[in-house]
């Protein structure tokens, strides 16, 4: 690739943007959470993310021990036909790493001449079943099936060594995505490399495994997608559809097209057909069959291309010509929507990340295929894995290159480009403009990050925070001018922009949750929570003046409350915070539930700050009443007494509080319109028009 103007921009305006954010940010957080911000922006590329494979030593059979159940979630059907040795090493993986859900396990033997016979009946724990005579793949697992006591049907090959956690991912996949039909596994050779990523079938019956011989934790093979057909060397599908369905397809007996055929019929069901990366599943290819397709059992390959061709004609018509598969042929009858942010979403941490992982989501209940760039180009465990999860194209270094080279070359395939945040957007767009000029550029303010600045200048008298929003203000007002739309997250920041952008496309998408439901009654609840990552300044300042101003004369009256302060990355000032009476600081907390479904009221004493605000959705979501400032609530549909209470003065704002904490019934009333306010306006459904409007006209 060339190096242009537009590259060159970027990595300048990139240095300059990281030297502007870690000034300001050591003005209004101080030198420890500046520090942080700067390691997650510049931590550097991981080693290669393969992971080690799990591998049975090879020893003489002893009698063991399959810890399956009689009441089983999953039957693994394992057909096998000799090869002992391969049979073995499989049942000793299943022993060795146990699933957490309940299995059994269904070994139907096809008529064996070595000691199968003779050995696996002294496995406890499994259900050994013996054919009388030999029938072929497909007849034995239309066997198993028919012996089967578990709701999900799970075909594994005996020359597999499936890997730890590999069944409760198949088994999970159906319990996310609820019309899934049939999962298949990632398969992997022994050596490590890549033996299919979920297949590919083009328009003459010839199929593609998809990834092979490629890494299996690249990006575009780690993430959870629909796939033509899933090979079934370890598939699994609900037992009551493989009835439905009749089964693997007789017609190609003795084996081969099975598992396409099977598919097929999957979709054809109104169904889909899923590749599952985390389910990890070594696959000696070949090791039972053969890899000549001329003579012996793979010669039936041949001849059952033809079967299928002519079977499934109809389907296969819309299908592609043959061609070596990419990201983008493989999603090429989708909208294809690129999403670009500082970093990983991390939504059980804070309200943006919340918001937009709801976002992707609803992209792909729309249809879309996401594909997600964090800037820093970072893998986050967890954070990046449940992107994927979600069917989100999520890549990282190493695989990722830098934004220059990596737009060069996936720019083209992308229909529109969202960028959250100006700092993100202002050293993107010049490449985005060059790298993918037919895409609709959208940015995402999250809020507005100058009228935040604005208003903190103006609560704390600071002059040089003053100057820095002056500066926030001409260079986000600079992306909006330069962007096809700008996306808000409340009417009343749309209201400043028709001021101070009267030109730009402004559409309102606001904060994006799911409605938990009530909780707990008035009666079960007790204490003061308040929400927020304590990276944002507002929260900050807002658990400081509560903590020093309001919370005294909230223990004046109720000396037995105590005030719930959760969130991550605590300061030295709120850590403080635990030294006074009835405060309790928290920090991060992985399962958030409790205190919202238990804490009797939640406050948003927010003295400043822009957008809408996640901590007072996520609370109405659970039922828990919330008392907060004007400010916290702008934009948000919500009306005094009725939704809400809302005071800003220390005193009356404690008074609002020990007011909802006393009265049952005003309780209950605020309680149950929080939750209509969340449905109304903050919901997937709330949503779903302006993400069509925006991404997918």
């Known amino acids: 690739m060339s190096f242009s103007i537009a590259d060159a921009r970027f990595f300048v305006a ?6 502007h954010r870690g000034l300001l940010s050591l003005r209004t957080r ?5 520090w942080t911000r700067v390691c997650a922006q510049l931590r550097p590329a991981p080693p290669a993310l393969r992971a080690a494979l799990y591998l049975p030593a090879r020893a003489p059979f002893a009698p063991f021990t399959l810890p399956t159940s009689e009441a089983p979630r999953a039957s693994v059907v394992i057909p096998v036909y000799g090869q002992f040795a391969h049979t073995l090493a499989c049942l000793r993986a299943l022993a060795a790493h146990p699933p957490a859900a309940a299995f059994e396990v269904i070994v139907v033997d096809d008529g064996s001449a070595d000691e199968t016979a003779d050995a696996l009946p002294r496995v406890a724990g499994l259900r050994y079943h013996r054919r009388a005579v030999n029938g072929g793949f497909i007849a034995a697992c239309n066997d198993g099936a028919a012996l089967a006591r578990g709701e999900v049907l799970v075909f594994l090959n005996n020359d597999t060594v499936p890997q ?8 999970g996949t159906f319990d996310a995505v609820p019309d899934a039909g049939l999962v298949g596994a990632q398969l992997l050779y022994p050596d490590g490399r890549l033996q299919e990523a ?32 899933v090979s079934g060397a370890a598939i699994a599908i609900p037992r009551a559809l493989f009835q439905e369905l009749g089964g693997f397809d007789t017609r190609y007996a003795p084996a081969y097209y099975e598992d396409t055929d099977l598919a097929f019929a999957v979709r054809a069901a ?9 389910a990890k599943v070594v696959h000696d290819e070949g090791a039972t069959s053969g890899t000549d397709t001329g003579t012996g059992p793979k010669a039936h390959q041949l001849r059952n291309r033809e079967v299928f061709l002519a079977h499934r004609a109809a389907a296969l018509a819309h299908h592609r010509a043959p061609h070596e598969p990419t990201p983008a042929t493989l999603h090429a009858g989708q909208r294809q929507v690129l999403v670009i942010d500082a970093l990983t979403p991390q939504p059980d941490r804070d309200s943006g990340s919340l918001r937009l992982v709801n976002l992707m989501r609803l992209l792909r209940e729309e249809g879309a295929h996401v594909v997600f760039l964090p800037a820093n180009r970072s ?38 480009v969202v960028a959250c945040r100006h700092y993100v957007a202002s050293e ?40 820095a929003a002056l500066r926030t203000r001409a260079r986000e007002l600079a992306v909006i001018a330069a962007s096809d739309i700008t996306l808000v997250v409340s009417e009343a920041e749309r209201v400043v922009l028709q001021r101070d952008a009267p030109q730009a496309t402004v559409e309102v998408l606001s904060n994006l949750h799911s409605v938990a439901g009530p909780g707990r009654p008035f009666a079960e609840r007790r204490d003061l929570v308040f929400v927020g990552g304590f990276r944002h300044p507002p929260n900050v300042d807002a658990v400081r003046w509560f903590a020093a101003d309001v919370f005294p004369h909230v223990r004046r009256q109720l000396p037995d409350i105590a005030f719930h302060v959760i969130g991550d990355d605590v300061t030295p000032e709120v850590a403080a915070l635990a030294a006074l009476p009835g405060v309790v600081v928290h920090g991060h907390v992985p399962d958030i539930a409790p205190y919202m479904d238990g804490g009797l009221v939640a406050i948003a004493p927010l003295r400043f700050g822009a957008g809408v605000k996640g901590k007072i959705n996520l609370s109405m979501a659970h039922g828990q009443p919330v008392v907060a400032t004007a400010c916290a609530v702008e934009g948000m549909h919500l009306v005094d007494g009725h939704d ?24 209950q009333a605020l309680a149950t319109h929080g939750l209509e306010n969340v449905a109304r306006h903050f919901s997937a459904d709330a949503a779903r028009a302006a993400v069509r409007r925006v991404f997918m006209a």
Do not use: K, M
């Open 14 to 19: 990139r240095a300059s943007g990281l030297l």
């Open 30 to 34: 101080g030198v420890a959470s500046s």
């Open 164 to 171: 730890p956690g590999w069944l409760d991912a198949l088994l």
């Open 198 to 229: 979920g297949g590919v079938v083009f328009n003459d019956g010839n199929a593609w495994n998809y990834g092979r011989l490629g890494d299996p934790s690249h990006p575009r093979h780690a993430y959870l997608r629909d796939a033509d057909y």
């Open 270 to 278: 109104g169904r889909r057909v899923l590749y599952q990366p985390a």
């Open 379 to 416: 893998y986050d465990g967890r954070y990046t894995d449940a992107l994927r999860q979600l069917g989100v194209e999520a890549w990282c270094a190493p695989h990722a290159a830098r934004a220059p080279a990596w737009l060069a070359e996936h720019g083209p395939r992308f229909d529109v």
């Open 428 to 467: 993107f767009i010049p490449l985005l403009r060059r790298h993918a000029p037919q895409a609709r550029l959208v940015f995402d303010s999250i809020d507005l990050h100058y009228l935040r600045e604005q208003r903190a200048a103006e609560v704390t008298g600071d002059a040089a925070i003053a100057r």
């Open 644 to 667: 809400v209470l809302v005071a800003d003065e220390a005193e009356a704002f404690a008074a609002a509080v020990v007011r909802a904490c006393g009265d049952a019934a005003l309780w």
